[in-house]
């Protein structure tokens, strides 16, 4: 039997394993982990291993354009030209109408760069709107922002290979076990093999992650700035701090160490509900290793404060001078697979390609000039929780939802369905119907999937891998660059014809010369041939860049890493609204990604979980009168959910948790964990506080 294969990346998570995927005579898929990649080494995780079934069954793929006059009309099967033709009148009698800035475009992590290069073009370049946004906004926008204002630019600067060299590894607001596997199982070959090597786990759960763990950290949620303002004035008044280091590498010290001063352990304990000695004992393990590593996710960034919970952990780096060496350094996980991809390219609403700053007017002028428009907008578009907003007030008028599914993942997901039956004008680009937004739409446009498409995605350590096509996409479905320059096309910009989507990204990397995210060295040709690279990569024969800062020279102006100032959860959490002194978290499970269009159709995946259950710490189901598996009924300021019960001894007492996946299920849209979910936003990075949410919770009675 002749067997077909091309080599290609997990479209999933951050970690960005690589994927040997076949196809036999008989058009039959299989996977396997690609012993040869540098981030696997052939392993994959469960929801990995799976992706041959979610590509084989097509069933739910939407297979062709659909679009209705009326929202009372059923949608209807139209032509790719019609519904062209449709998209961009309607958008330019929107624009002439109202302005540029009452279109917006909604994209994801899960875009290939290529397909974000095009539609920041789209939008900034030739439609003259900022309001190009992506639900990365709602994974990561908070680290992107801590590393601006601290290491210059938005960097990671470790690498996988970091984690197999540290002594002390501090995971904050983060599963890796269940979220990242992969990664975390090279931790946990590291540790078994350097069992001296301290892991510090910071989370009010013991989850699967705390396993290998030497100490687990059961902080109170939200209280994370004061945890670690705790430890690092520990490591100050035990004398583990660098100085040498923060004299000739930093500046704010001054500020920060005011800060410190300030802060009582005893007090500062309490309010976290950490026990002291375990404050200190965390402070000895960073302080006494040689090399000391940070990595967090959700816990940290999804928070009206994430941005002072990044800057006060990546603070503790330039305290002992941990960075820019073998095993050092902070890493924030990306929870999506390209979500660094999308940051490169200037993919979100405050952002500008390869770093470029969107309030620096010759930067804007210099991509103006790269793309032969006269101009780009100088203020800030819309960012994702905004852009609804701004949809539900009658300010934006359309919006173009690409490869994402805001209906179940945004917070208060009610007022974004309420905002989406009041926008003029919905188009919906995905693959599957089983996107719940899809309902919302007055034009499905169907999108090309994994395996079905080509282009790059780069993974949380910044490196930059090529995704290959090995089946058709189905019916009259496109990759998603095609059906972007299509429409660019019908609007009468000109700089959309390119003859494969190669060229886009050879556009792109032309405008990286230069900068600190030179990857002028790659190509796809090169990265089909060479593997994967981590940036930057300034020329053809360079190796890529493992770690970055190994001269301590940072991409500030003065070349110096900057302390964060933090301030506001030195007061402690905000006091609970009456009757509601729960404090809900949410979060993934192991075998779901995302809203489920994809995972959720594997069956085999569902036996981990198969229905959304509220854990809960037995002692506070008791006080409710609540029996194990017993459905109630939670309550937020926002909305409903109902679900079951689950005892759980590993989370805090007062704390509950329910998994972020599942939408609808059997027409009720009670369900829906966002339903109760707080849309504030942080001030800086505007990410939401997904993490942090009073509620109420009862047992369920039908009426
Ligand atoms: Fe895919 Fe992430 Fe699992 Fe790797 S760890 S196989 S990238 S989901």
């Known amino acids: ?32 982990g690609d012993p040869d990649h540098p981030v696997n080494k ?19 793929r939407l297979l062709y354009p659909q679009m209705r006059l009326h929202r009372s009309h059923p949608l209807q099967r139209v032509t790719w030209e019609k519904a062209m033709l449709r998209a961009a009148a309607v958008f330019r009698s929107i624009i002439d109408k109202h302005g540029p800035d009452s279109v917006g475009f909604y994209v994801s992590g899960q875009c290939l760069t290529e397909e974000y290069y095009l539609v920041n073009k789209l939008a900034k370049g030739f439609i003259g709107t900022n309001n190009i946004d ?33 002594d002390c590894l501090f995971v904050a607001g983060a599963n890796p ?67 040498g280091f923060i004299r000739d590498h930093t500046e704010a010290e001054e500020n920060y160490f005011r800060i410190l001063k300030d802060i009582n352990l005893r007090k500062a304990a309490k309010q976290c509900g950490v026990p002291l000695n375990d404050i200190k004992l965390a402070a000895e393990y960073i302080g006494n290793a040689k090399a000391f590593m940070t990595m967090w996710a959700m816990g940290l960034n999804q928070s009206k404060v994430g941005v002072e919970k990044n800057g006060a952990l990546i603070n503790l780096h330039l305290l002992t001078g941990q960075i820019g060496r073998p095993g050092a350094g902070p890493f924030s996980l990306t929870g999506q697979p390209n979500a660094m991809g999308g940051r490169e390219v200037g993919g979100m609403a405050s952002l500008l390609a390869a770093h470029r700053v969107l309030a620096n007017a010759s930067h804007r002028d210099e991509i103006a000039r790269f793309w032969g ?15 609804f907003d701004a949809l539900e007030s009658g300010k934006l008028k359309a919006v173009w939802v690409i490869c994402t599914n805001p209906v179940v993942s945004m917070p208060n997901v009610n007022q974004v369905v309420r905002a989406l039956k009041k926008a003029k004008f919905v188009v919906v680009q995905d693959i599957s119907a089983r996107a719940e937004t899809v309902e919302y739409a007055d034009l499905v ?69 230069g900068t600190n995210i030179d990857v002028t060295g790659l190509s796809h040709q090169r990265l089909k041939k060479e593997g994967s690279f981590q940036w930057p990569v300034p020329t053809p024969d360079h190796p890529g860049t ?16 900057r302390f964060f100032s933090t ?26 990604w995302h809203t489920m269009t994809r995972t959720g159709k594997v069956s085999r995946l569902l036996r981990h979980q198969s229905r959304p259950l509220l854990e809960i710490h037995p002692v506070d189901a008791f006080e409710l009168e609540l029996a194990d598996d017993q459905l109630a009924e939670i309550t937020s300021e926002y909305g409903v959910v109902r679900a079951r019960i689950k005892y759980s001894k590993a989370i805090r007492k007062g704390v509950v948790f329910l998994p972020m996946h599942w939408g609808k299920t059997l027409n009720s849209p009670l369900t829906r964990v966002n339903n109760l979910t707080d849309d504030k936003i942080d001030p800086y990075s505007k990410q939401p506080n997904f993490k942090f949410t009073y509620v109420s919770i009862r047992p369920y009675r039908k009426p």
């Open 1 to 32: 039997m002749r067997t077909t294969q091309v080599k290609t990346t997990c479209s999933y998570c951050g970690v960005g394993c690589g994927i040997i995927a076949s196809s036999n005579d008989r058009g039959q898929l299989s996977v396997t």
């Open 546 to 561: 493992p770690r970055l800062f190994g001269d301590h020279q940072f991409y500030t102006n003065t070349r110096r890493a």
């Open 567 to 592: 301030s506001s959860q030195r007061q402690g959490l905000p006091a609970p609204p009456e009757g509601k002194p729960y404090i809900l978290t949410t979060g993934r499970l192991r075998d779901q």
């Open 373 to 387: 428009v006269d101009s780009l907008p100088e203020h800030p578009g819309l960012t994702a929780t905004q852009m």
């Open 445 to 513: 446009l169907p999108a090309a999937g994994w395996l079905e498409k080509t282009g790059t995605m780069t993974n949380a350590e910044r490196r930059v891998s090529l995704l290959q096509p090995l089946a058709s996409p189905p019916g009259e479905a496109r990759p998603d660059a095609d059906i972007l320059c299509d429409f660019a096309r019908h609007m009468g910009f000109t700089g959309f014809s390119y003859q494969n989507v190669s060229e886009v990204y050879d556009e792109y990397v032309r405008m990286t010369a």
């Open 42 to 60: 052939g392993m994959l995780c469960s929801k990995g291993r799976n992706l041959n079934y979610v590509v084989q069954d097509q069933t739910d």
């Open 134 to 166: 992506t639900n990365s906004r709602l994974c990561m926008s908070s680290a992107v922002i801590a590393y601006a204002k601290m290491l210059g630019e938005d960097t990671v600067p470790v690498s996988y290979e970091d984690l197999e060299q540290t």
């Open 177 to 243: 076990a269940w979220c990242h596997p992969i990664i975390w199982r090279r931790v946990e070959a590291h540790k078994t093999a350097n069992p001296q090597v301290k892991i510090i786990v910071a989370d009010p759960r013991k989850t699967d992650t705390c396993a290998i763990a030497d100490l687990h950290l059961q902080l109170i949620p939200g209280t994370d700035v004061i945890l670690y303002n705790a430890i690092a004035r520990r490591l100050y008044d035990t004398g583990r701090i660098d100085k």
